[in-house]
């Protein structure tokens, strides 16, 4: 029982994956706030973009 016990004692105090779940939280985190923020800012990107290539089509070249 022994055996067992101190097992268990260094399971508990073994913290060696706890910066891995920290960084596996915080990149989902990162990532869900993305595509929630990827719908607001799409049509404003979209328009922008097709400003600078109607600009660039426009403008002459040399």
């Known amino acids: 029982m022994t ?3 101190n ?3 260094r399971f508990k ?3 060696s994956g706890a910066v891995t779940v920290d960084w596996v ?3 989902a985190a ?3 706030l993305g595509a929630v923020a990827y719908p607001l800012v799409k049509d ?3 328009t922008k973009a097709t400003a600078a290539k ?3 089509t426009a403008a002459p070249s040399n």
């Open 3 to 5: 055996k067992f016990t």
């Open 7 to 9: 097992l268990f004692k």
């Open 13 to 15: 105090n073994d913290e």
């Open 25 to 27: 939280v915080l990149t």
């Open 30 to 32: 990162i990532v869900g």
């Open 44 to 46: 404003g990107v979209e």
């Open 54 to 56: 109607t600009a660039l």
